[in-house]
């Protein structure tokens, strides 16, 4: 499930919608978990400790000190790897070697281990700044009215790791992923290859986020990976 890794030690960025569903999946499978938000009160914080997720959360300034005993990254989708309070961190990770992961990663590398149970779907990615959201419903409806078992996650909800539990909790995993995909989710993804991929629109948004328009759109077109 973790590439090369088989039960790393995991530093999940963030606990957000995205940072929860890391943390649920790395504790799933055996990972032990640390997590760090800059926040005193984290938005999941309360479904962190209802679900009884085993992992270690920090909250306050993040310094390399975090990095102790981690052998992966895991980065929520809303935080910016340019970002000043997170700078110093992933500077001193990448120093270190470090893989820094997004949830995608992690459900690509997911994907990839099925694959040794015949698990072989087909992978719809759907990305732009404008109607992405009503592209990926749409796609969903037509493989449905195809007789195609299909899934919707990512930018839609719910998170991908999460929609790739429930699948795999009640042993009903689709035969077509279509994934809604930010330009936050595709600039820490490295092995995502999906069979098809759409780039709706890009116009000027989120440079809150990225560096500049350049680096915005350069994220967009990750969507396509190596063999799209």
Known sequence: MFGDFRQPAVLVLGLGASGLALARWCARYGCRVRIADTRAAPPKLAALKEEQIEAELICGEVTPALLDGIELIALSPGISPSHAEFATLLEAARARGLPLWGELEFFAQAL?????????????????????????????????????????????????????????????????????????????????????????????????????????????????????
């Open 112 to 228: 990839r281990a099925l694959t040794t149970e015949a698990y072989r779907p087909k992978i719809i990615a759907i990305t732009g700044t404008n109607g992405k959201t009503t592209t990926t419903a749409l796609t969903g409806l037509l493989c449905e009215r195809a007789g195609r078992s299909v899934s919707l996650a990512g930018n839609i909800g719910p998170p991908l790791l999460e929609r790739l539990a429930a699948a795999l909790n009640t042993d009903l995993l689709p035969e077509i992923w279509v994934l809604e995909l930010s330009s936050f989710q595709l600039t820490s993804a490295y092995t995502f290859a999906p069979d098809a991929a759409a780039i709706l629109n890009i116009t000027q948004d989120h440079l809150d986020w990225h560096p500049s328009f350049e680096h915005y759109a350069a994220a967009k077109g990750r969507i396509f990976g190596a063999h799209t």
